[in-house]
């Protein structure tokens, strides 16, 4: 909004200490993402894109670099004010849902907003439910919902809180090519309306649809591709962007 | 508003995971339970005992011949006690308030028409009302005359009359003890029973007339003694002891041919009878609770991995360490509570029961062991509820989400 990114990585690294070696997984990446960006993050398995993405989403910390949201340095930010951020900045996609497993739909969605002492909880997870189309699956529980409608659950809840920035690693990874699809509509109409996303994938097909591919390889970024017929929005975005790197 | 959420998720949670809820609520129960029940019954009768024993007099004193064990027992000649000791320790033991002989005969029976009893027989001195507090609540009791007469009176416990069927019009009748006709002058008050054993069924006599009856007691009385007061007891014990000595002619190597026993003693006897009964106790309340808290322990513990990764999430969409403490918190003070409650009901509720059985006594439950169960049963539930909450808390989320 004031020239600065909402997302700005410097030389940020993530180190593993095994017993006897050191597991680089990340080695110092730079990366700004703007608002109302949909980027992927592509490379090879081990590359170090979820562990990237940990660090984007703060469930993880780096071993050395920088990150500021918003403008903040994240290292600055107190445990409680961490957790906060986590809330109400960040909406985070597992691969594998991490769903409550007792737990009916709508009240998995109403998580975050326990944490935020959000009054009206209901009313919000039911709107988000809608969002991504699950309007007649409220009362489920995630076992008795296929792997396409739980993974829309998650993304209810990642969006519950409208969130600055939306993270998935590898949200269709364990969903069929049909389902895959459905979802990926999904971020789509999201992006359309304005969403950030950060999508992690190894799948082409997916990348293709992000409007920016960054590829890591060995814990570094190898390349930050822009597509040249940036949709709608991404042009203003882009212009914007200093660039990140590659 | 985020105290209530959080409060309110927790107890949504111990719905959710009912057989968890419900394994650990009966580990508590059965470990308060059983404190409760059992230490309630010990001291129920350990209370009960002393009451009764106490009741007995406590400054009660009892001299009866023994011959000493072993070697040196076998070596001795006659080992007696007789009429002349019981007048010598009556004029010169100056501890003692009063003497009575006690001829025990066990088994009398007591003919009164054509019904016939048993019951114990007890040839006494008038002294014998006093030092073991065995008053007369109808009639009259014993006086010197009866016995310097040897007359054929006799009073009766209540027990007797309950079972003959009599009312208290039997005061100035006769009846026949051992097949002799004695005339019933008062009647004892009611001391109750002990263990279900009736301490009524009781006939008291002169001692000369029941030695004249039994003469076979004659060098075998039991001498019932009160001393002046509880301090002089130990005193009373050694004039005894002393005189005795000299009257049967013991040399200074020789063990004493009769024993002196106190209420003191009997009481401090039983007391470590007591004391032995409620250490074997405690160690099966220790061992309830012990398994009782590996049960809470384990229940807790194994859901630690489930539990972890629910927390990492928790924490990914936001809750801070405070959120997950207190929902945890919530948790095991919850089951806690309710286990507890439920213990400290059922235990009570067992006590009860027992004081109902006619042989049982009446059970005392004692704050310290509903205090000591709950508290260790629920120590162990929060304890091992919070901290395996506390450490994945402290992890980073991902790092607990990805706990296996
Ligand atoms: N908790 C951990 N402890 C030790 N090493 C780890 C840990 N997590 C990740 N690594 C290592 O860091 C590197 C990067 O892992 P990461 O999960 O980020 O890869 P990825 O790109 O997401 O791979 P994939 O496509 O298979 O999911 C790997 O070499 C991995 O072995
Ligand atoms: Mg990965």
Redesign the pocket.
Known sequence: MDGQPLIRLQGISRE?R?DAEV?R?LRGVDLSIETNEMLAIM?S????????LNILGLLDVPTAGQYWLDGQDVAQLSQSALARVRGRRIGFVFQTFELLPRQTAIRNVELPLIYTGTPQRRQLAIEALERVGLADRMKHRPNEMSGGQRQRVAIARALVQHPAILLAD?PTGNLDSRTSEEILDLFETLYGEGQTIVI?T?EAEIAQRCRRIVR?RDGQIESDQRHGDAGKRTAVAGAATGGGGG | MIFFSNAFNALEQLVTHKMRSVLTILAIVIAVTATITVVSVVQGFTRYVSEFLEGLGTNAVFVAPQRPAGEAGKALGRVELDEQDFRAIESQCSALRRVSPLVPREGARVRYGRDEITVSLEGVAPSYHTVRNFPVDLGRPFAIVDVERAQQVCVVGREVLRKLELDEGLVGDSLLLDGRRFRVVGILESKGSFFGQSLDNRVLIPYTTALKMYPVFRRNLILACEAENAEMVPEAKAQITNLLRRRHGLKPYQPDDFIVQTQGEILATFNNVGTAAVSVLAGIVGISLLVGGIGIMNVMLVSVTERTREIGLRKAVGARRRDIMLQFLTEAMTLSLIGGGLGIALGYGLSTLASMHPRMVDVVVPAWAVLLGFGISAGTGVIFGIIPALKAALLNPIDAL?HE
């Open positions: 593993y095994m597991v997984a490379g398995s081990g590359s170090g894109k979820s562990t990237l590898e992690v190894h890591l | 990805r």
